[in-house]
């Protein structure tokens, strides 16, 4: 297998190794090729320092990963808060074997949460003995560089002071605020020079080889039907499932999800927040469920997520007191003034078409609708 190697930050190299060859083995391919003692190199991939005993497959290095291979500077007395947990037998949980659904499926739910804490009890009777993870993608995100659709994806972490991989984690997340806000979980950076203390989480589709800059969005809500929960529209068991955050869990299939936005869309029926956006509730109408991270509607697909684009940016637009200009084809946005009953629709860039129009107040409002175009 292919693993690419990134010493002290430098650009990546390749280096071929067996399936089940062990991190000393890829420790002495690097220092031959750097000219350094193997036993002073570091191996640091998604937040863990790699021990020298374990092996590829152990570590869950896909083929093509990216590792970072440091060397402390001489008289470093530096060591990650990883490798210290190791020795004391309290080793980080890969982040390819996380699963962080609990915290969307909090035990306090009178829904789907109870399913879950039903089937787990369940299944740890019928398997006691059963104590290794189940490695799973229990992570998607949409994909903006390549498929262009959601996908599973991988969560990496970095040293948010100088973006690289070397921060070894103080403690994995255990659930989705610790990946997706700033500043709840620490480290040591490995890179030399580098005083980072803070862990920075993201994402990468897992289709694909990707690159540093290639990142993804994460979808939180979008999750693995482990338990086998019928969707809520059309009642079959398919997997992934986005779950509202409703208090009753509610699930519903990327399929059903995709028609019922498309419908809403059609009617116009998309709320506007003014702190969330152009977003939907739970499709059981669940009141306080709106969607918070917008990329979800990506399930619209290209052509039906312009069209959401379009009607969001219309919707603030009418919420700000603006109007759309009438002349066919145009439909620009204005912004009339309180005390003038004409504008130009100004044409600028590509944009507009410069006619003239007239707007008129209407019962209730400050402004109408504009009612006609009046010169060209």
């Not at 083995?25 to 000219?35: N, S």
């Not at 570091?42 to 291979?69: K, N, W, Y």
């Not at 509610?250 to 059903?256: A, S």
């Not at 936005?261 to 116009?268: D, G, H, I, K, P």
């Amino acid at each position: 297998m292919i693993v690419y190697v990134r010493f002290n930050s430098s650009h990546g190299f390749p280096v071929e190794l067996e399936e089940g060859a062990s991190i000393a083995v890829l420790k002495e391919k690097v220092g031959r090729l750097q000219g350094v003692q193997p036993e002073q190199l570091r191996v640091i991939f998604a937040g863990r320092e790699l021990l020298s005993d374990c092996t590829l497959q152990g570590c869950d290095l896909p083929e093509q990963s990216t590792v970072h291979v440091v060397l402390p500077p001489p008289g470093s007395g530096r060591c990650s808060d990883l490798a210290l947990q190791h020795r004391l037998g309290r080793g980080v949980d890969s982040l390819t074997r996380l699963d962080l659904t609990a915290s969307r499926l909090p035990t306090t739910s009178t829904g789907l949460a109870v399913i879950l804490e039903t089937d787990d009890e369940q299944r740890a009777r019928e398997e006691p003995e059963h104590t290794e993870p189940r490695p799973h993608s229990s992570f998607y995100v949409y994909c903006k560089s390549v498929c262009r659709a959601i996908q599973p994806g991988k969560l990496r972490v970095r040293c948010r002071a100088c973006k690289q991989g070397t921060l070894t984690l103080s403690r994995g997340p255990s659930c989705w605020d610790d990946v997706l806000l700033p500043e709840r979980i620490h480290g040591v950076c490995q890179s030399e020079g580098c005083l980072g203390r803070v862990a920075e989480f993201y994402l990468k589709c897992a289709a694909h080889p990707t690159s540093d800059d290639d990142t993804s969005v994460a979808l939180d809500l979008v999750m693995p039907n482990v338990r086998d929960v019928p969707c809520i529209a059309c009642t079959d068991i398919m997997s992934p499932v986005l779950v509202s955050q409703c208090p009753d869990r509610h699930v519903i299939c990327l399929d059903c999800f995709h028609m019922y936005c498309v419908t809403r869309l059609n009617e116009r029926q998309f709320i506007h927040h003014p702190d969330v956006g152009y977003s939907l509730p739970c499709a059981a109408g669940c009141p306080d469920s709106l969607i918070t991270e917008l990329h979800h509607f990506r399930a619209l697909g290209d052509e039906q997520y312009e069209r959401y684009q379009q009607y969001a940016a219309e919707e603030c637009l009418l919420q700000m007191g603006g109007v759309l200009c009438p002349a066919p084809g145009c439909g620009a946005g204005l912004l009339p003034e309180e005390d003038k009953r004409m504008i130009q629709c100004l044409l600028s860039n590509g944009l507009g078409c410069g006619c003239m129009c007239v707007c008129l107040p209407s019962e209730g409002a400050v402004w109408g609708a504009v009612i006609r175009c009046v010169a060209q």
